[in-house]
């Protein structure tokens, strides 16, 4: 019986397809590579069809689906517990789908799980961008929950930063009812932040992964399209909730601002001055739904250099921080009677 199967959305994704589907058929477990046809127009189906090789299944959605349609697609078909998210343009390393299964193995509390990264560019070469993201990983235990799950979401946001790192089982996926659909850009991290309040989420702290860094992800265009404030929303408001005797409603949302919402401010700032007109109207809407009239964030922005001072330290936010959930977590004592 196989291990696991890898889901592999893909629409129009031809450029780096075989190269991606090729580091899967070198990992040296037994598995299924789905690959879900996006309704693609161009060379991608024809790549995934001509591998030759009989752990690969392909499939074509009955029209356009979208990322997180065709996800939950994959999760329902699948024919193991355990499931590995792919994209058709990063790579995995040698050994990567087995140290992902073992950790599973030696972790049968975690939900899911996800690794480090090692970060390239368009053309496949390694940049060493990941860097960026050290602090934040010095801080992730190797499996995690609860309110302190809550808390690394909340000052790091999308923790796994890429589909790519992630594998979940497929009971979890099910229980949750499966990704947000009809939205492009929170319903990755809205599934992570639920899956940590019903069971531990795990950090394999290894770079398992290579991921391809271009204008044309989905992250970057969500920015640019300001969707991404849009929808982060109630993954925020669900934090906020999930914080509630932790962080004070004053102390999560000045927080917020000094930290996320500076960048939106950021994002806003861009369009406006780039005479993208109509993306920076969306963008302020968007800010300003979150609680706080615009005016006095563009403000602070501007105060603040363009967001590059004055800022959220979440490395520093979240070590002050996990005391507070620490005691919150310890049995209390009872008083003699």
């Given at each position: ?134 602090e934040q990983w010095r801080r992730i235990p190797e499996t995690f929950g609860g309110q302190l799950a809550a808390l690394l979401f ?14 979940m089982r497929r009971s979890i996926w099910a229980r949750l009812g499966g990704f947000i659909e009809g939205i492009q850009q929170a ?151």
């Amino acid at each position: 019986m196989r291990e696991v199967t890898v889901i592999l959305p893909v629409h129009n994704g031809a450029r780096c397809l075989e190269e991606s589907i090729q580091s899967v058929l070198r990992q040296d477990v037994d598995f299924e590579l789905h690959v879900l046809d996006d309704d693609s127009r161009d060379a991608s189906p024809d790549i995934a069809r001509s591998s030759g090789d009989a752990r690969v299944r392909y499939s074509r959605n009955e029209g356009r689906f979208g990322l997180f349609k065709s996800l939950n697609r994959g999760f329902r078909e699948a024919g193991t517990e355990l499931v590995r998210i792919w994209s058709d343009d990063d790579r995995m390393t040698p050994g990567s789908l087995r140290k992902f299964i073992e950790f599973g193995r030696g972790h049968p509390s975690a939900g899911m799980w996800f690794c480090r990264f090692s970060s390239m560019d368009p053309q496949g070469r390694l940049t060493g961008n990941e860097r960026q993201f050290a602090e934040q990983w010095r801080r992730i235990p190797e499996t995690f929950g609860g309110q302190l799950a809550a808390l690394l979401f909340y000052c790091f946001g999308c923790m796994p930063g890429n589909i790519s790192t992630v594998l979940m089982r497929r009971s979890i996926w099910a229980r949750l009812g499966g990704f947000i659909e009809g939205i492009q850009q929170a319903p990755d991290y809205d599934m992570w932040v639920r899956a940590g309040e019903v069971a531990d989420v795990g950090f394999l702290d290894a770079p398992l992964v290579e991921l391809r860094d271009h204008p044309g992800q989905l992250g970057k265009q969500g920015g640019k399209l300001m969707t991404v404030i849009e929808e982060q929303r109630q993954v925020v408001e669900r934090l906020e909730r999930s914080l509630r005797g932790i962080l004070s409603p004053s102390e999560f949302w000045a927080a917020w601002r000094n930290g996320s919402g500076r960048d939106h401010t950021h994002l806003v700032m861009r369009a406006l001055l780039a005479g993208d007109l109509r993306h920076a109207w969306r963008g302020a809407k968007a800010v300003r739904s979150y609680g706080r009239p615009l005016l006095p964030q563009l403000a602070t922005w501007l105060l603040s250099a363009n967001g590059r001072l004055w800022r959220l330290d979440r490395p520093r936010f979240f070590d002050v921080m996990v005391p507070r959930v620490r005691r919150s977590a310890a049995p209390q004592s009872s008083e003699a009677g």
